[in-house]
């Protein structure tokens, strides 16, 4: 979800009114993908490197999530929509934490699609996380070198119950990946679109899913043996 601050930048206001304003783009992007049937969607809210932004931009970005957590749970429990969160959620504010950990317990028993906010997080951090946890179980003879394979490695990630990501959208022009899901996204289709995550619409996420499903997902293989 990339470009609130450009998108406030155009209109002459302040960063803080465009993080505003992409919590409306975050709720039709949830309700429409509820709609579609998409079992899994993934937010990237809030990076290992957005902490390094001015204290009084994080402090909003903090306080807009507790408020967009209180207000869209009803949003969440009405379309039987899962909460989950991954990144290093110890290094939040408490009150996030708790909140979020709150909204998570509430509707843990949902079915209709797991919604997962990318909070604090970070692929790499994410990846040495695992590799640490994975050599200490070799040292202390709990699993052997040899059996280490991409189920022991997936099953040490944050996203450990969700699987591969079939497509990443990243709004705002810019065309990269900015540490997000490196390992998940091996054979992702990505989807890269101008608009501002302000300004994103039900009808750019369809236009996103149209796009996707012109694509042929041929996994190293050629194009005869898929068909
Ligand atoms: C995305 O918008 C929101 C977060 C990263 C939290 P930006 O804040 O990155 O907006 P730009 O890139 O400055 O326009
Ligand atoms: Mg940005």
Redesign the pocket.
């Known amino acids: 979800?990339?470009?609130?601050?450009?998108?406030a930048k155009q209109k002459g206001m302040v960063?803080a009114f465009?993080?505003e304003n992409?919590t409306k783009s975050v709720r039709q992007t949830v309700e429409a993908c509820a709609e579609i049937g998409i079992k899994h969607l993934t937010l990237y809210?809030?990076?290992t490197e957005?902490w390094k932004r001015p204290k009084l931009e994080v402090d909003t970005?903090m306080k807009l999530l507790v408020s967009s957590l209180k207000k869209e749970i009803n949003t969440l429990l009405d379309n039987n929509i899962k909460l989950n969160a991954i990144g290093n959620l110890s290094s939040l504010p408490k009150k996030v934490y708790k909140e979020l950990q709150e909204v998570i317990e509430l509707t843990k028993e949902n079915t209709h699609m797991d919604l997962t906010l990318a909070l604090s997080y970070g692929s790499r951090e994410e990846l040495l996380n695992a590799v640490k946890e994975i050599s200490t179980k070799v040292k202390n003879n709990i699993i052997s070198t040899e059996s280490i394979d991409e189920s022991v490695l997936n099953a040490h990630l944050y996203t450990q119950s969700l699987p591969d990501v079939d497509l990443l959208i990243r709004t705002?022009g810019e065309q990269r990946i900015s540490n997000f899901l490196l390992w998940q996204i091996a054979y992702a289709e990505l989807y890269f679109t101008p608009v501002?995550?302000p300004d994103f619409t039900k009808q750019h996420l369809s236009d996103a899913i149209i796009e996707y499903q012109k694509r042929e997902r041929r996994f190293g293989k050629t194009s005869e043996q898929i068909s």
């Open positions: 979800m990339d470009g609130n601050g450009r998108w960063r465009g993080h992409g809210a809030f990076s957005n970005l705002s501002l995550w």
